[in-house]
């Protein structure tokens, strides 16, 4: 063996065993150096490169390195369900499909390769056939926890609630998808409604998602009629909010030793009281502010009260498998901003990375979101202003549980619970729902959100100066 191939083998190795480790930053720049440095184009190595790309979020080039792994070798059913996986993230849908199904043609009756053209049919808005792809893998592979997840998003979309949530439940059989608090005991995991809660102490935890904690809280109110004493484990920016919305309940941070006679996971709620679309509870908002801090924002804010007051957030969570779809660049919304008589704020607690790529700070807009210290924060805020316009994240929730009026931007592949072409939302009565269609450009999208809030502002106007009042 020359010392060239040597070197390379070696390589490969170390860069190999880093990726199996879970050492992913690590195994990314042995990959770089692999394939850029030492010209490594082993079919592997172009793969397990686009693996280490994608998980970093650098999209394009990992999609660059899929499809040479499958021009490399046509029948390479690793590298087009990779693909199909990346594409759809970028928003390339048919695509997407295209190369699951030459995965499914390769190998018609492997699992991961249904449930990888599930995903895509469900991503293309194609729900029927998606549900009939992902338990065709669910009967080769029964087991399979991802696909049970992926087959409650495809119910959910449907609304079929009632049958997802126990396939969502099944998260927990993998680490990767969920994982169990510490304090968890198997034989303490509350069964739902039928168990008594009058007298004891349920522990309840939130998992990862601000959003996903704001949707259930709602349940909280109804434990708390069961007769329940409630102990919940929130992240720390959420729990003023959360103990002046819920009086009686008793915020914790998960690493203190609990004391509870039962548990229960805060996701898990809807599932265990059966919630179907027509008994969703509390729709129309659930949460309350401290008054201090509800004064605090009163006052800050007065300075527009006499213009027509808009949040704006643009970008969602980085670390988002959809934050590509979902979010859009500030700039996209300057006709938004250049609207006479509305004053814009940004809602965005971070800086929006490469999606604001205009000045936030500025006479169109107004940044104070540097002022929040918590939620509490944030939700005093929302309250104040005529409208909340935002992408899917976590400020949409925040503004439909105070019952906030707020519109939200949806990718065409928005996430199962805003359902399919509705423009409302079961879970907030104060949501209207503003879709990109599949063949519609983000802005298109904005001037029909255009349109509509001049429509909305001379309502505002009309009723803030109905006939025979002066203005």
């Not at 397990?48 to 999609?63: I, N």
Request: charged share 25%; hydrophobic share 45%.
């Amino acid at each position: 063996m020359d010392p060239v191939q040597a070197t390379t083998l070696l390589f490969a190795d170390q860069a190999r065993r880093l990726l199996q480790a879970g050492e992913h930053a690590q195994a990314l720049a042995a990959y770089r150096r692999l394939y850029e440095e030492i010209g490594d184009r082993d079919r592997y190595t172009v793969l397990h490169y686009g693996q280490c790309l994608a998980r970093a979020g650098e999209l394009e080039p990992a999609a660059a390195r899929f499809r040479e792994a499958a021009v490399q070798e046509p029948g390479f059913l690793e590298a087009h369900l990779e693909l199909s996986g990346v594409l759809w993230r970028l928003g390339e849908f048919q695509d997407s499909l295209s190369h699951a199904r030459a995965g499914v043609h390769l190998a018609p009756e492997h699992p991961q390769a249904l449930r990888t053209l599930g995903v895509a049919l469900l991503q293309a808005r194609q729900a029927d056939e998606a549900e009939r792809q992902l338990r065709r893998a669910l009967e080769l592979d029964p087991d399979a926890a991802a696909t049970h997840v992926e087959l409650a998003r495809c119910l959910w979309l449907a609304g079929r609630l009632s049958e997802a949530w126990g396939e969502f439940e099944r998260r927990w059989d993998d680490p990767a998808l969920a994982r169990r608090p510490p304090f968890y005991e198997a034989d303490l995991e509350w069964a739902g409604p039928s168990q008594p809660l009058q007298g004891r102490r349920l522990l309840v935890y939130a998992e990862p998602g601000h959003g996903d904690t704001m949707q259930a809280l709602r349940y909280l109110p109804l434990l708390q009629q069961l007769g329940a004493e409630l102990v919940c484990v929130v992240p720390t920016a959420l729990v003023p909010l959360v103990e002046s919305s819920f009086p009686g309940v008793e915020c914790v941070r998960p690493d203190r030793d609990v004391q509870a006679d039962l548990h229960a996971a805060l996701l898990d709620l809807p599932g265990r009281f059966g919630t179907t679309l027509q008994d969703i509870p509390s729709p129309r908002g659930y949460l309350r502010l401290p008054a201090a801090r509800v004064r605090e924002w009163q006052e800050r804010l007065a300075p527009w009260q006499d213009r027509f007051r808009l949040g704006l957030a643009w970008r969602g969570a980085a670390g988002h498998p959809n934050d590509r779809n979902r979010s859009l660049a500030l700039s996209q919304l300057r006709p938004l901003l250049a609207m006479e008589g509305v004053q814009a704020f940004s809602l965005q607690k971070d800086d929006g990375g490469a999606w604001t790529d205009v000045a936030v700070q500025g006479e169109p807009m107004v940044d104070l979101a540097g002022e929040w210290r918590d939620f509490a924060d944030s939700a005093a805020m929302l309250q104040q202003l005529d409208l909340v316009l935002t992408v899917d994240t976590a400020t949409a929730h925040l503004g439909g549980a105070l019952g906030v009026p707020t519109w939200v931007m949806l990718p065409p592949n928005a996430d199962a619970r805003w359902l399919l072409e509705r423009e409302d939302s079961p879970w907030y009565a104060s949501l209207r729902l503003f879709r990109r269609g599949p063949d519609e450009s983000r802005e298109q999208q904005v001037a029909r959100v255009v349109q509509a809030l001049a429509a909305h502002r001379q309502r505002h106007l009309a009723q803030a100066h109905p006939p025979g009042r002066l203005p």
